[in-house]
């Protein structure tokens, strides 16, 4: 599970928090004041197909602290919907109790491709 699983219903774990700092590297995600997703984060977002739909009270970006990585992951709306994808595109499948996730070949590529995460770190 420290891996990858899912934290309520966002990706956690080394798999949760590399997303976090690639998608913070790459200028998408904004860490300086608190947990904000760029103009360009929002256009990745929208490019990948990924629907940004805030209901109620929820923010749209917000830090997790990773009880295993003692690093934060993405929560609130975009990290919602962004294991969402992951999993409905077979980037990841649930494996035992149903929360520990791991990334598939196709996941592999796909973070490679899209965020620049090395297969190795994830391991």
């Keep these: 599970m420290a891996r990858g699983r899912t934290c309520y219903d966002h990706l956690a774990g080394r798999l949760g928090t590399a997303v ?3 998608l913070t590297a ?3 995600l ?4 608190g947990f904000a997703l760029t103009d360009r984060g929002l256009a990745w977002f929208g490019e990948q197909g990924i629907a940004l739909v805030r209901k109620g009270r929820r923010p749209v970006a917000r ?3 990773d009880w295993t990585e003692r690093r ?3 929560a609130g709306v975009a990290g ?3 294991c969402r994808h992951a999993l409905d ?3 990841c499948v649930r494996i035992g109790s149903g ?3 791991k990334v598939t070949p196709a996941g592999g590529r796909a973070l490679r491709d899209q965020l620049g995460i090395a297969p190795g770190a994830l391991r």
Excluded: F, K, S
């Excluded at 904004?30 to 004041?33: A, L």
């Design 20 to 22: 976090t700092e690639a």
């Design 26 to 28: 790459r200028g998408l």
């Design 30 to 33: 904004r860490q300086d004041t």
């Design 63 to 65: 830090g997790c602290l």
């Design 72 to 74: 934060p992951h993405l």
């Design 80 to 82: 919602a919907a962004l």
């Design 89 to 91: 595109a077979g980037w």
């Design 99 to 101: 929360r520990a996730v």
